[in-house]
């Protein structure tokens, strides 16, 4: 079975200060990442997708993230924080089995992002 | 077009009670997924469906929840009757194919307190 560890449960960041968020996945021969954002009293919105392709996706809000299969991670970065992205995020892989498909995710991260 | 609904919002019940929580689905997607996430746990498959029928329900915790689908449109997940352990956010997703490289689109979940 797939796994999805998210490394840190919580991430504080500064405004306008780079923030990375640390995804590592189990390895499969097929992998579909994905990271999600849940903003306080929203539901989960799909912040970017890996399928295939460039190893570098660009998502909403000035996300990007970098698939690095040596590695099996799937690390989320921004250049600049803005307060607007304190939320919660889920990275996730797709699990397929003879049940058929499945998201699986990890714990999530909180970001809080400071004045 | 309108997104993933599901009711309520919130739902706060005392031990042994039952709760019924509905899930609306994006029209035409016959795939719908239960999940559930616990004390800011990771969130975790309960079951999916392909229109009425349950394709997977290897997530569901114990034979107090019950879900139905009748019609292939909303489905509603039961809990009868709840326990403590139960509290926790209710996510639904739809998508109209079923695959490792297809989104699902979640709702906002219910918040389900058991007191």
């Known amino acids: 079975a797939q796994s999805v560890t998210q490394l840190d449960s919580q991430v504080p960041v500064f405004e306008e200060a780079p923030v990375e968020l640390r995804c590592n996945y189990s390895?499969?021969?097929?992998?579909?990442l994905f990271w999600y954002v849940q903003y306080p009293n929203q539901g989960l919105q799909l912040l970017l997708k890996?399928?295939?392709?460039?190893?570098l996706v660009k998502g909403i809000n000035g996300f990007e993230a970098e698939f690095n299969k040596s590695q099996t991670s799937f690390h989320l970065r921004k250049p600049s924080v803005h307060i607007s992205d304190t939320a919660e995020y889920f990275c996730?892989?797709?699990?397929?089995?003879?049940?058929?498909?499945?998201?699986?995710f990890g714990a999530g991260t909180r970001l809080f992002v400071k004045a | 077009e309108a997104g993933v609904t599901q009711f309520p919002s919130h739902s706060v019940i005392e031990k042994g009670q039952t709760v019924t929580l509905r899930c609306d689905p994006i029209?035409?997607?016959?795939?719908l997924y239960w999940y559930r996430r616990v004390m800011g746990k990771e969130i975790k498959f309960l079951l999916h469906?392909?229109?009425?029928?349950?394709?997977?329900e290897s997530g569901m915790p114990n034979n107090r929840f019950l879900a139905e689908r009748t019609g292939g449109t909303y489905s509603t997940l039961k809990v009868q009757p709840a326990e403590l352990e139960d509290s926790g956010v209710y996510f639904c997703?739809?998508?109209?194919?079923?695959?490792?490289?297809?989104?699902?689109?979640f709702g906002q979940g219910t918040r389900l307190t058991v007191v």
């Open positions: 029209s035409g997607h016959d795939n």
């Open positions: 890996y399928l295939s392709g460039s190893t």
């Open positions: 996730a892989v797709i699990q397929s089995d003879t049940g058929g498909f499945k998201t699986i």
């Open positions: 997703a739809s998508s109209q194919v079923a695959g490792g490289n297809t989104e699902a689109f």
């Open positions: 469906f392909v229109k009425e029928s349950k394709q997977d």
């Open positions: 390895s499969s021969v097929s992998v579909y």
